[in-house]
Structure formats: structure tokens, C-alpha cells
């Protein structure tokens, strides 16, 4: 059967509100990196990326954030709404090549209205 | 936009029965085509990546034998899980890319397979 389910972090925000979600990546030689939302039962769908000549990045009331020193990147998402209830998930990849994306541990938002 | 299909969207068998799920780019051309597996609360873990004509790289840890992988044109791309047995009960997801940047790629719905 399935592997016993290891528990998501949960982040609870109030409808609303700004939400931040953080991720830690894995190879220093990835420079290019990409959020993910997965809502139940459906496939990844891309929200936003940031190359590593780059620390910020915005969108449409989305930002990345990527602090390679630490190896870490962070999805702001502004006025958190019902419909960004998902699991979010950051990915690492290089550029050209088409080289893998390779994700990391996922964050599941809840949005409390 | 571009959009990636998987054909079926979920598949109940036996154990020790064979299951093929389809994976196509519907609005455009991908060389190469990724395979996922993603187990409940887990993250996406790649299975394979598929070139067009050519034979499958595989991920460490995965069977090439069992997890068989075929690219035949620049729009569709097989995985067929043979003799699945309980434990290949996940959500396989397959993810199309247009092009070598990884902005041109293109994830499909999913297809939850039960093995009985």
C-alpha cells in the first residue's frame, strides 16, 4: 500500500491577510527556482519563479523571495483568499538543458474565512 | 494555454495486473515528458524523464522493468505499471515541457491508480 502519510506543515491564515510561506532547497548549483499550488487531487499548476540572479520577484499578489546564501526561498501571498487554500510547493531546477524539476516538502495553506 | 491531459484520471486493478496511463501535450509539442509519483501528504518525487524516440532515464530507485516508459511522438508519452501490486497505489503525474526552459513546462491532472 501507500507509504504510511508523513503530516504537511499547515499554515492557518485569516482571510485577508498576507501569508508567507518558506521553503529550504537543496543543491547550491540550482538557479532557477519555481512555486507550485496543488489543490486536492489535481496536478501542480505554476505560479511564479525566480532566477538566481534575481533575490525578488513579483507577481500578481504573489512574491518570491530567494536568499541563496541560506539556500532558502519564500512565497508571500497578499490578501490571502479562500481559493489559495492548497499545498504549496517550491522547485529546483537548472536552466536549459531541459534539466529536471525537482520539488521540495510541501506547505499546506488553509485559509480561514 | 498549454495543457497537459493523462488519460485515465483514476484506475482501480488487481495486484499483478498491468495499467497503462497516458500522458498527452494537447496544444503543443514536448520533446520531453517527466513522469511523477506522489505518494498521500508527500512531495512530487520523479519517476523518469522520457525523450521522444529515444529510451527513458530513470531515477535512482526506480525499476525500468516495472515502470515502463514509452515517447513515441511529441505528444504522448505511456507509463505502464506492470504487476502492480499494492504498495504502486499513488497519484502518478506526468508533466510536459515545450521547450529546454523549465517555464515551458506544463503538468497534467493526474491519475490516482487503487491496486486491489
Known amino acids: 500500500g501507500e507509504s504510511v502519510g508523513l503530516h504537511l506543515p499547515t499554515l492557518s491564515v485569516q482571510e485577508g491577510d498576507n501569508s508567507i510561506i518558506n521553503c529550504a532547497y537543496s543543491?547550491?548549483?540550482?538557479?532557477?527556482f519555481i512555486w507550485y499550488k496543488q489543490e486536492s487531487g489535481k496536478g501542480p499548476q505554476f505560479i511564479i519563479d525566480i532566477r538566481s540572479n534575481m533575490d525578488k520577484r513579483q507577481g500578481q499578489r504573489v512574491t518570491v523571495l530567494l536568499n541563496k546564501t541560506v539556500k532558502h526561498l519564500s512565497l508571500q501571498i497578499a490578501a490571502t483568499q479562500p481559493g489559495d487554500s492548497a499545498v504549496y510547493f517550491c522547485a529546483e531546477t537548472l536552466v536549459g538543458g531541459y534539466q529536471k524539476v525537482t520539488f521540495g516538502t510541501g506547505t499546506k495553506l488553509q485559509v480561514i474565512p | 494555454g498549454a495543457v497537459v491531459s493523462q488519460h485515465p484520471s483514476w484506475v482501480i486493478c488487481k495486484s499483478g495486473t498491468s495499467v497503462k496511463i497516458e500522458c498527452r501535450s494537447l496544444d503543443f509539442q514536448a520533446t520531453t515528458m517527466f513522469w511523477y509519483r506522489q505518494f498521500p501528504k508527500q512531495s512530487l518525487m520523479l519517476m523518469a524523464t522520457s525523450n521522444e524516440g529515444s529510451k527513458a532515464t530513470y531515477e535512482q530507485g526506480v525499476e525500468k522493468d516495472k515502470f515502463l516508459i514509452n515517447h513515441a511522438s511529441l505528444t504522448l508519452s505511456t507509463l505502464t505499471v506492470t504487476s502492480a501490486h499494492p504498495e504502486d497505489s499513488s497519484f502518478y503525474i506526468c508533466?510536459?515541457?515545450?521547450?529546454?526552459?523549465?517555464?515551458?513546462?506544463?503538468f497534467g491532472p493526474g491519475t490516482r491508480l487503487t491496486v486491489l
Open positions: 508533466s510536459a515541457r515545450e521547450g529546454p526552459q523549465p517555464d515551458t513546462q506544463y
Open positions: 543543491n547550491s548549483a540550482s538557479d532557477y
